[in-house]
């Protein structure tokens, strides 16, 4: 096992620790598969009651995935290893989806992007005052993947159409309205919490532990959003919110602006069909399809370059805004891939 995660059994749980602090807990191709692994081995172990994830350091429970070698190897025409990682991660998502005994995750600091993938898909997320979770990968030219299609389509009304193309933060209370948290724990009571976890395997400890969650500024604009997010595609929502003069529809427009108009078009198909499938392994399949084809056809290289390798902030889009991005365009990203296609 590498220094980078911690994984055990302690007690009555099966424990996994991520312990990349200085790199906010980005989640590495070996850490997926470690992660994995032990899915595999506690599913059918008696000993684990249920699972416990955290993460060292206070900034971050994961702030997203480890891009660099996807990027040094996509940069030079190597498109495998980027696709074997997204492939072998989104199976690891799958199982922590499905995973047959109770698993709680600790989400201190930000969860995004991949770290969505590893602290959002359990049935007992716990968010604190300090939580920031986001799905910020329109911003480097993917789609939210590591199933957040799902989470997003499992949002109240129109918020995950809002929060896939603007990448907005949630706080603790947005993110429990918002349906990827589940539980509002003081940060000062989580040591407290994990030991009595870790000694009676009792999960209905998080419901005695819970606090009323935090205001949600999300919930009160959501009325406004879901009028705004509703079109079919993103012509039609970048039009609505043309047409408006809510507040709201400037600081969407803001947002979006740093965004790959590519990226945002799909991630409103994605996640229109996930919401219609409401399957995880199919929400997984549709965005292996495009991240896939990030690298190549996509603006997933510029997008890392503008934001993590030059950091200039000025990536040039493969399209010049949201309204040069045609339907042929999307289904070229999101059509089925034949014999490469994703599989659980």
Not at 221 to 241: C, H, K, N, Y
Request: net charge negative.
């Amino acid at each position: 096992m590498s220094d980078d995660i911690h994984i055990r059994i302690d007690g009555c749980a099966g424990r996994i620790t991520l312990n990349r602090p200085q790199a906010l807990n980005a989640v590495t191709y070996k850490m997926c598969l470690e992660i994995d692994a032990a899915l595999d081995t506690w599913a059918e172990d008696d000993r684990v009651t249920l699972l416990v994830i955290d993460a060292v350091g206070e900034r971050a429970f994961s702030a997203g995935g480890d891009i660099q070698e996807m990027y040094d190897t996509g940069s030079a025409g190597d498109f495998a290893y980027g696709r074997k990682f997204w492939a072998d991660e989104y199976r690891m998502n799958a199982k922590l989806f499905r995973f047959p005994k109770p698993v709680v995750t600790f989400l201190q600091g930000f969860t995004m992007g991949g770290g969505v993938g590893v602290g959002c898909h359990g049935s007992h997320r716990i968010v604190c005052e300090s939580s920031q979770i986001a799905m910020p990968e329109c911003g480097i030219g993917l789609v939210p993947d590591v199933g957040g299609t799902l989470l997003l389509a499992r949002a109240p009304g129109r918020l995950g159409e809002y929060l896939g193309v603007t990448a907005a933060r949630m706080g603790p209370g947005d993110a429990i309205h918002a349906e990827f948290a589940d539980y509002f724990v003081p940060e000062a009571g989580w040591e407290a919490l994990k030991a009595e976890l870790v000694e009676t395997g009792d999960w209905e400890a998080v419901d005695r532990a819970a606090q009323d969650a935090p205001e949600s500024p999300l919930k009160d604009a959501q009325p406004v959003l879901d009028r705004l997010f509703s079109g079919e595609t993103l012509r039609d929502v970048v039009s609505d919110l043309a047409a408006s003069d809510a507040p709201e529809a400037r600081e969407a427009e803001a947002l979006m602006a740093r965004n790959s108009p590519l990226a945002m078009a799909c991630a409103v198909e994605l996640v229109h069909r996930a919401r219609g499938a409401d399957d995880i392994a199919i929400s997984l399949r549709n965005e292996y399809r495009f991240t896939a084809r990030s690298m190549e056809h996509g603006d997933f290289i510029e997008g890392i370059r503008a934001a993590i390798i030059d950091k200039d902030r000025a990536p040039k889009w493969r399209h010049d805004g949201p309204l040069a991005v045609a339907a042929v365009d999307v289904a070229n990203m999101l059509r089925p891939l034949g014999v490469d296609e994703w599989k659980p």
